[in-house]
């Protein structure tokens, strides 16, 4: 269970890492020229690479147990510290509450974000075949 801890935690840092240069990136220089929604879906490509190699880093890296379950709970902890991380750390920086986070979410980004995550979740499960 440590192996999977340590395994979810680690692509989670890669990934939010990465995303928060990105997203520093997007709201300082792409979105004054392209607007919110596009900026936001220009990112989304390079997250999904980011994504894919950080799990497939992880996984062959870290040696996680095989199987679908183990895989899965290593997404799990991802995602459960990228959602702590994004409701927590991210909406403080921003000023906003969980509540003006989801109102004032771009409907069309905002569905493709949270698609996004689930595909997050899932990568450990696909990375490293």
Known sequence: MTQILQAGALYFGLVFG??????????????PRVGARRA?????????????????WVVLGQKPPLGIVP????????????????FGFVLWIRGLTIEEYV??????????????????????????R
């Open 18 to 31: 990465a995303g928060f240069v990105l997203g520093a990136i997007r709201t300082t220089w792409v979105e």
């Open 40 to 56: 936001e879906l220009f990112e989304m490509p390079i997250m999904l690479v980011v994504t894919i190699l950080a799990a497939r």
């Open 71 to 86: 895989r899965l709970e290593m997404g799990g902890v991802a995602l459960l510290l990228m959602l702590i991380a994004e």
């Open 103 to 128: 109102r004032t979410r771009d409907k069309v980004s905002g569905a493709a974000y949270y698609l996004l995550l689930l595909v997050f979740a899932i990568m450990p499960l696909f990375a490293g």
